[in-house]
């Protein structure tokens, strides 16, 4: 059983070995419904258009920034690194991507007391039947299928400085 109280250091892992290890995600969910595309400044905050000072995504066909709702937006970047008038920027995924990589299974495993082979074996299983990619009908429309989710309550929402997980 995993030690009480370090579910969190468990899900790190878990999206350290999915993101790195698997290099699996759902990338059409994470550009159009997600804040993914979001370019972020080295100061932490998002980069914005000077002009209307909306969020900025970079398009990877176009080479550039653009507002996050233009409709001329050809296919939203979540991973690399771009300038924007001198200003060095990510998108948001790439930070994430960047920052989780410090959360290896085993490091998890000597907070949880869980192994990290047992860690890789759950996010693997988790994957697996995320079924990324696959699609339901349902009165003749076609629907991404995910059958597995995440529900996030006791003990991360009842712990110490619980309100971090959801930030």
């Known amino acids: 059983p995993i030690k009480p109280g370090t579910d969190g250091a468990f899900l790190l892992a878990m999206i350290n070995f999915i993101i790195h290890e698997l290099g699996i995600y759902d990338e059409e969910f994470l550009k159009k419904m997600t804040n993914s595309p979001y370019l ?23 080479r550039r920034a653009k507002p996050h709702d233009d409709s001329t937006v050809k296919d939203y970047a979540l991973l690399g690194e771009y300038a924007h008038n001198g200003v060095a920027c ?16 085993e490091w998890a495993a000597a907070i949880t007391q869980v192994s990290p082979p047992t860690i890789r074996r759950i996010a693997r299983d988790f994957i697996d ?25 006791r003990p991360l ?11």
């Open 40 to 62: 972020v400044g080295t100061d932490g905050y998002f980069v914005r258009d000077e002009a209307t000072g909306k969020i900025l995504i970079w398009d990877s066909i176009d």
């Open 157 to 167: 929402e009842a712990g110490m400085h619980c309100y971090q997980h959801y930030l």
């Open 129 to 153: 039947n995320a079924r990324i990619g696959s699609t339901i009908q349902i009165e003749g429309h076609s629907f991404p299928y995910r059958p597995v989710d995440l529900m996030i309550g």
């Open 90 to 105: 990510r998108p948001s995924f790439q930070v994430l991507k960047d920052h989780i990589k410090q959360y290896t299974a």
